[in-house]
C-alpha cells in the first residue's frame, strides 16, 4: 500500500545510493591520480616495467568496476526518485477526491492505467477470480489479501 511508510523507504534507499554515488565518484578521482601518478613514476624510471604494468592492470580493473557501479548506482537513484515523484502525484491526485460522490469516466481515466482480470476458478466449490487494478504513476497497489478481505473462510 502507498504509505508514508513506503515513502520513507524510498527516501532512505535514495539516501543510500547518494552516498554510494559520492563514494564511488571519491574513489574514481582518486584512481585517477594514483594512475598519472603511476605513469611518473614509470616515465621518471622510479618503477620498473613490470610494476608498472602489474598496477596499471589492478588500478585499471578497479576504476572499470567503479564506473560500472557508478553508472548503476546513478540509474537506481533516478529510478527511485522518479518512483518516489510519481507516487507524491499519484498522493495529491487521490487526495483530490477525498470527498467523491460519483465516480466518474474522468475520475476513472486520470487514475486508473488498466485492470487485469485473471482466469475464472473454482476452489472448494467457490468460483474466484482476481482483479489487479494498477493504477497511473505507481502501478499495482496490494491493498488487501483475500484473507484480509474475506476472513479466514479464505486460507
Known amino acids: 500500500m502507498l504509505t508514508t511508510q513506503t515513502a520513507g523507504a524510498m527516501r532512505d534507499k535514495l539516501k543510500k545510493a547518494?552516498?554510494?554515488?559520492k563514494r564511488l565518484s571519491a574513489r574514481a578521482v582518486d584512481l585517477e591520480q594514483i594512475i598519472r601518478k603511476l605513469y611518473e613514476d614509470h616515465a621518471l624510471g622510479r618503477i620498473t616495467t613490470e610494476q608498472f604494468e602489474n598496477f596499471m592492470l589492478k588500478y585499471e580493473a578497479e576504476k572499470h568496476q567503479v564506473e560500472t557501479g557508478?553508472?548503476?548506482?546513478?540509474?537506481?537513484?533516478?529510478?527511485?526518485?522518479?518512483?518516489l515523484d510519481n507516487a507524491g502525484h499519484f498522493t495529491e491526485v487521490i487526495l483530490s477526491y477525498t470527498?467523491?460522490?460519483?465516480?466518474?469516466?474522468?475520475?476513472?481515466?486520470?487514475?486508473?492505467?488498466?485492470?487485469?482480470?485473471?482466469?475464472k476458478q473454482v476452489i472448494d466449490g467457490i468460483?474466484?477470480?482476481s482483479v489487479r487494478i494498477l493504477y497511473k504513476q505507481v502501478g499495482y497497489v496490494e491493498m488487501f489479501t483475500?484473507?484480509?478481505?474475506?476472513g479466514e473462510a479464505m486460507g
Request: proline share 4%.
Open 18 to 21: 547518494e552516498k554510494e554515488i
Open 70 to 83: 557508478l553508472k548503476s548506482t546513478c540509474e537506481t537513484l533516478d529510478g527511485e526518485q522518479k518512483q
Open 146 to 150: 483475500p484473507e484480509e478481505l474475506f
Open 99 to 119: 470527498d467523491l460522490k460519483e465516480l466518474t469516466a474522468s475520475i476513472l481515466n486520470e487514475l486508473i492505467d488498466r485492470i487485469e482480470i485473471g482466469p
Open 127 to 129: 468460483k474466484t477470480q
